[in-house]
Structure formats: C-alpha cells, structure tokens
C-alpha cells in the first residue's frame, strides 16, 4: 500500500513539473509586441488581427492608440529618449526625413514580404532601402465624402463642382433646401484636418507649376508668401466660414464629430481622405465623392506616401517586430483589414475588397484624364517634423486671429529657421 501511495505521489508530482514545463515553454514561445498608433490611423480591424495572431501565432499585440494632435511630437519625444514602441505607424516615405529613419529604424529591404509589394517605388528610398512596410499601394484622394441618401432627399444628385464658386453655391443650395444641415462640416480641433483644404488646395491651384514651385522654395528661391496660389486657396477656405457654410462649432470640433454628423445626416459633407469611407458605411450610409476645384482647377490631389509600420532600432523586441510585418503582410491577416476597409492593398493575392464605386469613378475618372496632383507635403520632406507649427497657423486663420500675410509670412519664418539650422541646400 505504501509503494502504489508513493508511485502515485511521484506521478503526480512529475506530472506537475511536466505542467508547469510546458506552461513555461507556452509563456516563453508568446511575444509581447507594442504598436504605436493615432486616431485616425487606428482602425477596429487592428483588434481582430491581434487576436488571430494571438491565438494563432502567440503574439500578444499591444496597441496604443494616442489622439491625433499629440501623435507627430510623441514620435520624436519617443525617438529622442529612446523609449520607444516595438512598431509605430506614419506616413511612409513621407515622415523618412523627419524620423532621420537612416539612423533610427531597422532596414527592412531584405523582408520576405518586399517581393510581394505591387508598388515598391512608393516606399523605397533614393539608396533603394525600404524603412517601413506599406498597407496600401496608394493613398489620399482628397474630396468631399458626402452622405448620398442625405442629398438625395434635399432634391441634390451626383454633384460635381467645376469651379469654387459652383462649389459654394451647392453648399448653399443644402442649406437653403434644410437649415438643420450643415453644408460642409469643419474639424480644427485635430488640425491634421484642417491641413487637408490648404495641402491639396495649394498642389490643385497650382496645377503644372506645382513641382517648380515647391522646388524653388525648398531651394531658397522662392518665398511660401510670394505665391498668390496659396493666397487664394487661403481666402476661398476662409470663404466657407465667413458665408457660414461650415458648423458653428468648428474649432473645438474633432474628427470623430464630423464622421458621426455625415453619418447622421446632421452633415452633408467632410473633406478628407477615402479612409473615411469605411466608417461611414459602417453606420449605414452611402457616401459618393468629389474634389474641390480650388481657383476653378477641376483636378484631383492625390499622396505620394501610404500608411507605413516602422520598427524603431531600439525597439525591444525586434524579433517579435518583424513576425508581425511577416504575418500581417499576408492575405490570412490582411484580408481582414480589406474586408472591414476596402481599398487598394500593397501587396499582391490580397483581396481589397469591396471599394465604394463612387471613389473608383471618382479615381478613374481624374486618373484617365492625367487630372491628379501631388499634394504639397510630398514635396518638402525636410519640413515634415514641423507641419504642426504650420497647421496650428490654419487653425489660428480660421479663428480670425491671422489673416492670409500672417499665415504664409509666419511659415516662411518657422521653415526659413528649419532649413538654415539643419543646413538644407541653397540655405
């Protein structure tokens, strides 16, 4: 009796140890890997993604989501002090520049997923490395994402502006045909939105001469305020505050508040980016599109940069990191982001999904016409770390607190100072 009392307490306690092994190894095998977001670059598609990969791959994802205006300075605090998440998401190659990527993150050109991309040249550097992996191939067609049903009940179809002042008089028409609606609705609480009228307003106004333009003044020869471009887009935005086309509560509106009042129908329109789009639909309504044409331009602004995840050189995890670009740059896990956010994938055998028809004609229609424009950002890299100094002057501008000098004299300032100090070409 006494020997099976002992087999069974050796048993057990070997089956104990055995447990707690594998319960060590189960531990040992999950990876904690921390992702750094924003608001409007975060979408719930994230939190599906984790799990499976959680429950899949034993990657736990950690995902922070900061508020928009605060997200650029936390990157580069971050940076700075070396406290920083295991993958981040920015705008690539755009914030390349700003980031000093060259010195801060790891090269991801020999990834297993760079063969698959369909438009590697939108994130390769002029060295051909790639700092960040791409989740669409394209990004950014600036327009006015408006709620279908909405207008369609006010007596208002398929609306297509060919110059600004027809532009104003379609915000009037809604706000004749309802006075609970607001014709255009504005954000400047998150100033990223504000940003939008002016950065792909500038590149439409100037049609052609945009890239001279921007060249000559990254190289010194031309000042921001000797362009009467960007004077007139200022005041035609300006225009749809003063004529109260807008929400009365636009600067202490957010982002969130103009996506909830399009959806409502409590707004007709936002002026945005397609990303905009899944939202919307979400909550059932049907959205159509179509662009501003600044200074009677009919053209279309378009981004020379796509969403990126970053893996930061003194990331903790690095290993970890790149699982997760691995994994999600395959259609298992990005399937689910298309299926939730139908666009343009960067990657080839992944299923976009179902894309609002309403952008594709859109997008077809100013792509078959060679009618796009690069947005201004896309061509001053090395201003990138200080757009918010620029943005926070649009917000003060719609305020009433500068006029149109002000604005353009106090960035010639701001950037003027930038390139000098960081010895740019030509300063």
Known sequence: MKKIFFLVVCLSLASLIWANGVQDKKEENFQDVSLLTSSAKFKEAYRAIALKMEQEEGLQIDIQVIPDDQYQNLIQIKLTSNEVPDVLMQNAPEQYFAMKAKETMVDLSDQPWVSKMLNPGMVTDKEGKVWAMPQESGSFFGACYYNMD??????????????FNEFVDL??????????????????????TTQIFMTAGYSIA????GPTVYGDIMENKRK????PEFKAVLKQFKTLIDEKLVNQDHLSAGYDDGLAAVASGKSAMVYNGEWVISGLEAEGARIGAFPIPWTDNDLMSTGAYVQGFFIPNKANNIEGALKFLELYSSSEYMDIYYDENP???AFK????GDVNPELMAMVNKYMENNATVYQMNDFMAPLSAL?????GAYVEYAAGNMDVDEVLKYWDDVAGNHMETTGQAGW
Do not use: C, Q
């Open 171 to 192: 915000l009037k028409e809604i706000k004749i045909a309802d006075t609970n609606v607001v014709p255009l609705y504005m954000n400047h609480r998150d100033s990223w």
């Open 206 to 209: 100037l049609g052609d001469d």
């Open 224 to 227: 921001f305020s000797d362009v």
């Open 349 to 352: 055998n992944v299923n976009g």
């Open 150 to 163: 909405l207008l369609d009940e006010l007596g208002i179809e398929d609306p297509a502006p060919k110059t």
């Open 343 to 345: 666009g343009f994938p």
């Open 387 to 391: 757009w918010g100094e620029l943005w």
